[in-house]
């Protein structure tokens, strides 16, 4: 069994009190999560003690920071079960990985005949790469669209008539809490020749992710959201398919050779890596999963889910208030409105009593659009999130919504 005091007594932020009032109720994980102490740490410890640039110097600092680089590759490796170590691409975070993926994917293996998929349910972060890589390219964007329960209809169909080159996709959806059959979609794509790119960045706090088992083509996610610094991503793709792509950023670390004529590129992961790279988040990410190992990961889901099923419950109770998203398999977020109260009223009111929730479209705007909405209030829980925690939410949206309505 899970300790939660333990758990939360390692996030000095939790110790906050709101406007020197109210203990803080962090309720917007899916925004981003809040960091322990391992991590704090790991970034002290490098700015303390070894800044320094990698893979450059023949300094001893230098070579520290390296090995602290490489060895986080290797970390994320085996967290996502990844085949090579060289899988691993470090970026700023989903949406640099999901940019990099639309342009050097369309670059290097669309024609102008052929089609991509994502999805309706999507984070703007991979919306607009592929709309944007789309008009220079000049190959088709289709979507999957999604039902009033926030399930993804007609994918066989949409697949087998679309034949797109690539489906990318969200594992969870930020706004629905919608939970993707990953493991389905992916092998019935594969059937039908189809690659598939997964938007990791709700699921990899909340899931296991086993990228060989699932045989995910390339997969995408923030450190920020599972307790690591901002500033630091990760695209995950097979290591053929990397190989045979085009570069993207050019500058220094991702050529092999620079003349006033010509570059050669450097291998992975690096020729996907230009620049100095965010070395102490890098860091701080490998600090971050080593820290979620150690609590039990598994122990930290079961705990979230039970978490996650009180909230639902507890919010489905309320009258006269909407939940967008019933899907059959769900989690970690909940988004809702109350009639006739204004998103952002609501979270206004909550904020005043200490409990931090988000409102507004989500990055998500097609999803508003789908339901007729501008925005929702949305809950999201994470490690540390407590039964006790729901419960005074739930008196602060009963208090709020007595002035409200
Ligand atoms: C947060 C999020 C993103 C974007 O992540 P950034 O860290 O802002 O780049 C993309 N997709 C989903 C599903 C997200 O939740």
């Given amino acids: 069994m899970i300790d939660i005091s333990y758990i939360r007594a390692q996030f000095p932020i939790l110790e906050t009190k709101i406007r020197d ?3 803080l109720i962090y309720l917007d994980n899916a925004a981003t999560t809040q960091k322990p102490i391992a991590v704090i740490n790991s970034l002290l410890d490098y700015y303390t003690k070894y800044n320094a640039n990698v893979h450059r110097g023949v300094h001893y600092l230098s070579g520290l920071a390296t090995d602290m680089f490489e060895q986080s590759r290797v970390a994320v490796q085996e967290f996502i079960n990844a085949k090579h170590s060289q899988e691993i691409i470090f970026t700023r975070g989903t ?8 342009h050097c994917f369309a670059k290097s293996f669309l024609s102008q005949a052929d089609t991509v998929m994502i999805t309706q349910m999507e984070h703007h972060s991979n919306i607009v790469p592929w709309q944007i890589a789309s008009e220079d390219y000049g190959f088709k964007l289709d979507y999957l669209t999604f039902d009033d329960n926030g399930e993804i209809e007609d994918f066989e169909k949409k697949i087998l008539s679309a034949k797109p080159k690539l489906l990318s996709i969200c594992h969870i959806s930020n706004t629905l809490g919608t939970i993707n059959d990953i493991k389905h979609i992916i092998d019935f794509c ?5 690659l598939v790119a997964v938007d990791a960045a709700q699921s990899i706090a909340h899931k296991v992710i086993d990228v060989q088992s699932l045989d995910a083509d390339f997969l995408a996610f923030s450190g920020h959201k599972v307790y690591a610094p901002m500033g630091v991503g990760v695209l995950y793709g097979k290591k053929d398919l990397l190989d045979k792509m085009a ?4 500058g220094g670390e991702m050529i092999k050779t620079v003349t006033m004529e010509k570059t050669t590129y450097n291998g992975l ?6 620049g100095t790279p965010s070395v102490a988040d890098v860091i701080g990410l490998a600090a971050a999963l080593k820290w979620l190992k150690e609590m039990s990961f598994e122990d930290i889901i079961a705990h979230e889910d039970e978490v996650f099923q009180y909230a639902a419950n507890r919010l489905k109770e309320v009258k ?4 967008f998203g019933n899907a059959k398999d769900k989690s970690s977020c909940i988004s809702f409105l109350a009639d006739g109260v204004h998103h952002l009223d609501l979270g206004t009111l909550l904020d005043a009593m200490g409990v931090a929730i988000r409102t507004g479209h989500h990055c998500a705007e097609p999803v508003m659009q789908k339901f007729g909405i501008a925005g929702t209030d949305r809950l999201s829980i994470a490690a540390y999130t407590t039964k006790d925690e729901i419960d005074v939410f739930m008196q602060s949206l009963d208090k709020a919504l007595k002035m409200l309505r």
């Fill in 95 to 102: 949406t640099e990985s999901l940019n990099l993926l639309a």
């Fill in 190 to 194: 594969h059937k039908h020749d189809c």
């Fill in 269 to 274: 992961p690096y020729k996907f890596e230009a």
């Fill in 320 to 323: 006269d208030l909407r939940i």
């Fill in 247 to 250: 570069v993207y950023h050019g």
């Fill in 21 to 23: 009032k109210y203990p």
